[in-house]
């Protein structure tokens, strides 16, 4: 069986009311097949204020994208709750332990990772990233913030595009969803 990646994905937030994600186009089989140039893999959520994108196994990713809206429903939009309910729910329900996916979630408020191991991350700086490509966004995304002026879709645009140039299963075709 063949094994795809869903490469990379930046989030940053600087000040109160910017915050943005932003993902590369490129799912790729195995070691050495791009099957898709366009894939967009952020999207908004919830009424529109919430911001997701995932990387990992494709259809892995969609599930946990669908979980997590659920979730978000029953905790009337409420990021961390929702966030810590899914992440119940993800290491307690046999079939969902299975899945291989990352997401980042943000909204006016909070940035976080949500894993497969039951985990929610709250990063300590105000940018994160992960795929494939992720830890050179992230090296990117820290250089840029911390060094710049640029705004969070700024960074987030010359961070994946950075990671673009360095990084097999990450591409130039970049989408990006702004709160």
Not at 118 to 127: A, K, L, M, S, Y
């Amino acid at each position: 069986m063949e094994q795809f990646h869903a490469t990379t994905i930046v989030a940053v937030r600087r000040g109160e009311n910017d915050v943005c994600i932003g993902g590369d186009g490129q799912v790729t089989m195995g070691e050495t097949a791009v099957m898709k140039h366009f894939a967009k893999k952020v999207r908004k959520i919830y009424k529109n204020s919430v911001i997701t994108g995932f990387a990992g196994s494709v259809s892995d990713a969609f599930t946990l994208t669908e979980k997590f809206e659920k979730k978000l429903e029953e905790h009337s939009g409420n990021l961390k709750r929702a966030a810590v309910a899914l992440a119940q729910t993800w290491r307690s329900d046999r079939a969902m332990r299975r899945l291989e996916a990352l997401m980042l979630a943000a909204d006016k408020e909070s940035m976080l990772l949500i894993s497969g191991n039951g985990e929610v991350i709250e990063p300590d700086e105000g940018f994160i990233a992960i795929g494939s490509g992720g830890n050179f966004a992230y090296a990117a995304a820290n250089a840029l913030y911390k060094h710049t002026d640029m705004d969070a879709e700024e960074i987030v645009r010359e961070a994946l595009s950075i990671a673009a140039s360095i990084c097999v299963y990450t591409n130039g075709n970049i989408s990006v969803e702004k709160l």
